[in-house]
């Protein structure tokens, strides 16, 4: 292997790294694609661990924008607050074995370090993004600081923010134009770091095209990071320290350097949720999904009984707030729950039931879905 041949091997290997994210349980990716539309990627779709898993991102253009939203990753109510949210688009939406609720009187000490929100030392919830962790945070205190009677509003209040159509709407309509030049140039520099210097170093080898090429790139570069500069201080203007560390690494790597569309996109809906996020960028086909899934969720809820009865209160309060939201939502959308959550056709010949929640298909006529416990199985109807 010549040398040219290594330094291009790492560079690749760099970006390669650079098209990987990490998304966790309950977060629903956005991904820009050829079509107008945006591709759905939930945990499921990514290989990982019961933390999360890997988002590997198209490493060819369009290369970008992708959009990361997460719903809370807790169930607050007026009682107490629920640190753990089931994952409602990935697996078959199971409640976190710990999951447990506290009493706002021990929240007193509550603080964020980055996309965590720490109780004293011990870090109880870890969000998608530092900017949902600070809205989250101070949700968090707002409650823990008003009487029991108000919380409900509070809180009802703020689900109902997450699901403002027309603000994501907004928000979106700022990143496209924002990032266009700077998108230009990042497909411009993955041409010239993995074509054009290749090309010409095999031309006129190495050593004669080092210099004219090295500087080419760096001109290149430099335009992409200060394009990234402008795109990120106006989407995020007061993430001046998150700006700064993005343009660093950046600086030092170029080739981490053509993702820069999704470094100042990729948190712009994080406090947004996906149902809001899949209205504006999805097709119809995926946006329903995804609405189905939610409204399965939230009417056929699993049977937890190893959780506590505080836990259970908190969990079934968020969950009626949540299905009342969720069903405004969608009527906004002129989207029927009905719809979402009628039977359909059976996939599979010889099927006589099937799970209203996880949509499981089986041969008998009564019982009980073996994946999801508690939820009885309901007959297909016979046309
Ligand atoms: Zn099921």
Redesign the pocket.
Known sequence: MTDGQAILGVLALLYIMECMRWLRPTSVAFAASWSARYRVVTRDGCPGNRHGGFLFLNPLPPLGPVFVTQPWPILPAPTGMCLAAPPVFAG?GTSPADAATVAYSALASISIDGNQIKLGDRAVVTCQHPGAARDLGALIRSLRDVSEVDRASLITDALRRMFDANAVGEHVDLVVPSVRTLHGMCVLQIIALFIVCPLVSIRLGVNAALLPLAAAVMAVHSVVLLLCYRCHKRLHPHARGDRMTKLIVMALCPPMAIRAVDAVSIDVLASFHPLAAASRLCSDPDFRTLAGRQMRHLR?PLAAPEQDAATQAVIEWFREVELQVVSEFLESQHIRTEELLAAGEPTEAGSES???????EYVVTQGE????PG?A?EPFTKT
């Not at 099937?354 to 499981?360: A, E, L, T």
């Open positions: 078959n056929y099937y799970c209203p929640r996880c949509r499981s879905c073996s994946s999801c939820i199985l």
